[in-house]
């Protein structure tokens, strides 16, 4: 090397400069995406790259050649510099719109619907039913589930020896002997007779609790809604009009009803509401088992012994009270087979309503 002229010498550095520089950009124009684009970059103008070593070969250079060299150097890598950064841009600017478009949300796409619950049957059930005595005055009211057997039983005329008291129907707590898990929501016509001066016009919707083998038809917790009306000269015809409309609003049927004597306790006269089939309207059919009527709820004018107990005269007030089962209703009213089905929690049943 040291006998190369010295022309030859700078000039095979001039000629390398330019190859190296037409490869670099031959690489710069053929790079199609920012990464290959910095493997380029790396290649050439790295520490290590093509263009960087032959930089090195500078000290070789004669030094009345050098800033000739030098020169055409910094001119050859500002080339491949500046053909960098024009490809970075463009390439850039690409990798961008497909990224956008990749990303891009079509607005008129209609919306996602995300599942909502809703209100288990037996609630609505339970809404439409204090709305219905709403539109006709009634309002409603709460008692506790944890009771003693005076408002459960003794308050409500129902004497020692009568067999709803029995273990077997009713459930005793260890609260104490008279403390119970009340049965029924007749409890609450005492507790707010004892609190309130007639007239009186509520519903008491409620849980009730029972010592119920569990089958189809029962369990051992329900649900019940009490009726009570206490005022100067109520009548029967008044309880009869007031069950009539709420079993035509219930139903949204005109539905004939028809009343059958019965005995609870604390009524007198006491009856079992029938309400004519609402699937049949009375010709028979499966659910009303061809009998045309349903059983739908309990009523009769309240005993007086029950005013007087709960401090109310009788001899200036009367007043009529009714009570029924929310199951039993909701699964006339949906045709519904089975209780357990309210307790079991299986959204199959539940999103049906
Ligand atoms: N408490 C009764 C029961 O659970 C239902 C009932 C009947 C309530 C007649 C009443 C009524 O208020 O007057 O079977």
């Known amino acids: 090397m040291s006998e190369m002229p010295e022309e030859s010498l700078n000039e095979s550095i001039d000629q390398r400069l330019e190859k190296i520089t037409t490869k670099a950009l031959t690489a710069i124009e053929q790079a199609n995406d920012l990464d290959a684009l910095e493997a380029c970059r790396v290649a050439y103008l790295g520490s290590k790259g093509a263009f960087t070593q032959i930089m090195q070969l500078l000290r070789t250079v004669p030094k009345e050649d050098k800033p000739r060299i030098g020169a055409l150097v910094n001119e050859q890598k500002k080339k491949i510099e500046d053909r960098l950064e024009e490809s970075k841009a463009v390439l850039y600017e690409a990798h961008l719109s497909a990224k956008l478009s990749s990303e891009s949300i079509d607005v008129t796409a209609p919306g996602r619907r995300v599942p909502l619950g809703h209100e288990h049957p037996l609630s609505q059930i339970r809404q439409e039913i204090i709305s219905i005595f709403y539109s006709m005055g009634f309002s409603t009211v709460d008692g506790p589930e944890i009771e003693t057997d005076y408002y459960n039983f003794d308050s409500l005329n129902t004497p020692a020896n009568h067999p709803a008291r029995d273990e077997q129907d009713t459930f005793y707590t260890n609260l104490g002997p008279h403390v119970l898990l009340r049965s029924q929501t007749s409890t609450v016509q005492v507790r707010v007779m004892e609190k309130t001066k007639p007239p009186i016009r509520v519903i008491a919707p409620g ?7 569990v089958n189809a038809r029962k369990y051992p917790l329900f649900h019940q809604v009490e009726g009570l009306l206490i005022d100067k000269d109520v009548t029967f015809g008044q309880l009869k009009g007031t069950l009539q409309a709420f079993i035509k609003a219930l139903f949204k049927k005109d539905l004939n009803i028809r009343f ?8 007198e006269p006491s009856a079992e509401l029938d309400s004519q089939c609402p699937f049949c309207q009375g010709k028979g059919c499966r659910t009303c088992g061809n009998r045309g009527w349903l059983e739908l709820l309990g009523c009769g004018m309240v ?14 007030y009367s007043g009529f009270a009714f009570g029924m089962g929310l199951e039993r209703l909701a699964m ?7 209780i357990r089905h309210f307790y079991t929690n299986d959204l199959r049943f539940l999103e049906q309503f």
């Open 303 to 316: 005993d007086p012994n029950v005013l007087k107990e709960a401090g109310i005269d009788p001899e200036i």
């Open 207 to 213: 849980r009730v609790y029972r010592n119920e083998e």
């Open 332 to 338: 006339l009213k949906y045709d519904i087979n089975d």
């Open 260 to 267: 059958r004597p019965d005995f609870f306790p604390f009524t």
